[in-house]
C-alpha cells in the first residue's frame, strides 16, 4: 500500500470515529434530558399531589357545609330554624324538657325504662314535651351517627309528631340501638332499616328521600347548637321541668317509672 493510501486510510478511520463520538454525545445528550425531565415531573406530580391533599384537606366536611347552609326545617316546629320541637298540648301549663343525644347509652336506658310513662303523661294532658337533641358524642367518640340519626329524626317529625316519636323509641330500643363505640347510626340503610318498623315510617319514600339526601342536615345542626348553647345542660340525658333541672330520686340514680311518677310529684305536675 502506499504512504498516500495508507494515509487517506487514517484519516477516513478518523473521521469514522469522529462521526461515532459525535453519535454517541447526542445519543446521550437525549438519555440525560429525558431522564431530567422524567425527574422535574416526578417532582411536580409529588408537589402537585401535595398541594391536592393539602387542598382537600381545607376543604371543609359535609357536616361543616351543613352547620352554614340554609335551614329546611321539618314539620312541626318551630322558632328559629325549626329548633323548637313541642309534642303535645302547646297549652299545658306543665312542660317536661328532654335533651338527649342519639347515641348515648343513659339516653337510651332512660327511654326503655321510662319513655312509654313519658310518652303517656303527655297524651293524658299532664305537660307538653319539648325536644332538645344534640351529637356532642360524635366529637367524642368520632363518627357522625349522632348528626346522621337527628337529620332523620327531623324527617320523621315532618311525617308527623306521633311517627317522631315512635322512630325515636325504636332507635333507642334494646333491639337498634348501637354502642356509643359503633357508628350504626351513620349508615343511612341502617336508618332507614330501623324507620321500616314504625308503620308510619315503614317503605315511607319520602322520608327515606330525605333520609338518603340529608335534607335536614342543615336542620339537625342548628339544632345540636341549641343543644350546645342550653343553660344547665352538661350530660345527657338532662330533664327540665318547667325550665327546673331534676335528677332522679331513686338511690342509684337511674330512671324507674316510680322515680319519675315521684319527680312529677315533687314537682307540682298533676293532670
Given at each position: 500500500?502506499?504512504?498516500?493510501?495508507?494515509?487517506?486510510?487514517?484519516?477516513?478511520?478518523?473521521?469514522?470515529?469522529?462521526?461515532?463520538?459525535?453519535?454517541?454525545?447526542?445519543?446521550?445528550?437525549?438519555?440525560?434530558?429525558?431522564?431530567?425531565?422524567?425527574?422535574?415531573?416526578?417532582?411536580?406530580?409529588?408537589?402537585?399531589?401535595?398541594?391536592?391533599?393539602?387542598?382537600?384537606?381545607?376543604?371543609?366536611?359535609?357536616?361543616?357545609?351543613?352547620?352554614?347552609?340554609?335551614?329546611?326545617?321539618?314539620?312541626?316546629?318551630?322558632?328559629?330554624d325549626g329548633t323548637?320541637?313541642?309534642?303535645?298540648?302547646?297549652?299545658?301549663?306543665?312542660?317536661?324538657?328532654?335533651?338527649?343525644?342519639?347515641?348515648?347509652?343513659?339516653?337510651?336506658?332512660?327511654?326503655?325504662?321510662?319513655?312509654?310513662?313519658?310518652?303517656?303523661?303527655?297524651?293524658?294532658?299532664?305537660?307538653?314535651?319539648?325536644?332538645?337533641?344534640?351529637?356532642?358524642?360524635?366529637?367524642?367518640?368520632?363518627?357522625?351517627?349522632?348528626?346522621?340519626?337527628?337529620?332523620?329524626?327531623?324527617?320523621?317529625?315532618?311525617?308527623?309528631?306521633?311517627?317522631?316519636?315512635?322512630?325515636?323509641?325504636?332507635?333507642?330500643?334494646?333491639?337498634?340501638?348501637?354502642?356509643?363505640t359503633k357508628d350504626?347510626?351513620?349508615?343511612?340503610?341502617?336508618?332507614?332499616?330501623?324507620?321500616?318498623?314504625?308503620?308510619?315510617?315503614?317503605?315511607?319514600?319520602?322520608?327515606?328521600?330525605?333520609?338518603?339526601?340529608?335534607?335536614?342536615?342543615?336542620?339537625?345542626?342548628?339544632?345540636?347548637?341549641?343543644?350546645?348553647?342550653?343553660?344547665?345542660?352538661?350530660?345527657?340525658?338532662?330533664?327540665?321541668?318547667?325550665?327546673?333541672?331534676?335528677?332522679?330520686?331513686?338511690?342509684?340514680?337511674?330512671?324507674?317509672?316510680?322515680?319519675?311518677?315521684?319527680?312529677?310529684?315533687?314537682?307540682?305536675?298533676?293532670?
Amino acid at each position: 500500500m502506499s504512504k498516500r493510501n495508507s494515509q487517506n486510510a487514517k484519516n477516513a478511520a478518523r473521521e469514522r470515529l469522529r462521526v461515532e463520538r459525535e453519535r454517541q454525545a447526542k445519543k446521550d445528550k437525549a438519555k440525560r434530558q429525558v431522564i431530567v425531565a422524567g425527574s422535574i415531573v416526578a417532582v411536580l406530580a409529588i408537589a402537585g399531589g401535595i398541594g391536592y391533599a393539602v387542598v382537600q384537606g381545607n376543604q371543609p366536611s359535609h357536616w361543616e357545609e351543613a352547620a352554614e347552609a340554609t335551614v329546611v326545617p321539618p314539620a312541626n316546629t318551630s322558632g328559629k330554624d325549626g329548633t323548637t320541637v313541642v309534642v303535645g298540648d302547646s297549652k299545658a301549663s306543665n312542660d317536661v324538657h328532654l335533651y338527649e343525644d342519639p347515641r348515648c347509652p343513659a339516653c337510651a336506658a332512660f327511654e326503655q325504662t321510662v319513655g312509654e310513662t313519658v310518652d303517656k303523661d303527655m297524651k293524658d294532658g299532664k305537660y307538653k314535651l319539648t325536644f332538645t337533641i344534640g351529637t356532642f358524642l360524635d366529637g367524642n367518640l368520632k363518627g357522625e351517627g349522632s348528626k346522621n340519626a337527628l337529620s332523620a329524626l327531623g324527617a320523621a317529625l315532618n311525617v308527623s309528631p306521633d311517627a317522631f316519636l315512635a322512630y325515636k323509641t325504636a332507635l333507642y330500643s334494646t333491639k337498634y340501638h348501637p354502642e356509643e363505640t359503633k357508628d350504626d347510626l351513620a349508615k343511612d340503610a341502617y336508618l332507614i332499616k330501623v324507620a321500616d318498623t314504625v308503620p308510619a315510617l315503614k317503605g315511607n319514600k319520602k322520608f327515606q328521600d330525605a333520609v338518603e339526601k340529608g335534607t335536614y342536615d342543615a336542620w339537625a345542626m342548628r339544632m345540636s347548637k341549641s343543644f350546645d348553647d342550653a343553660d344547665g345542660v352538661d350530660s345527657t340525658p338532662t330533664i327540665k321541668i318547667n325550665d327546673k333541672v331534676v335528677k332522679s330520686p331513686d338511690s342509684t340514680g337511674s330512671w324507674t317509672v316510680d322515680a319519675w311518677n315521684k319527680t312529677l310529684k315533687d314537682a307540682g305536675v298533676t293532670k
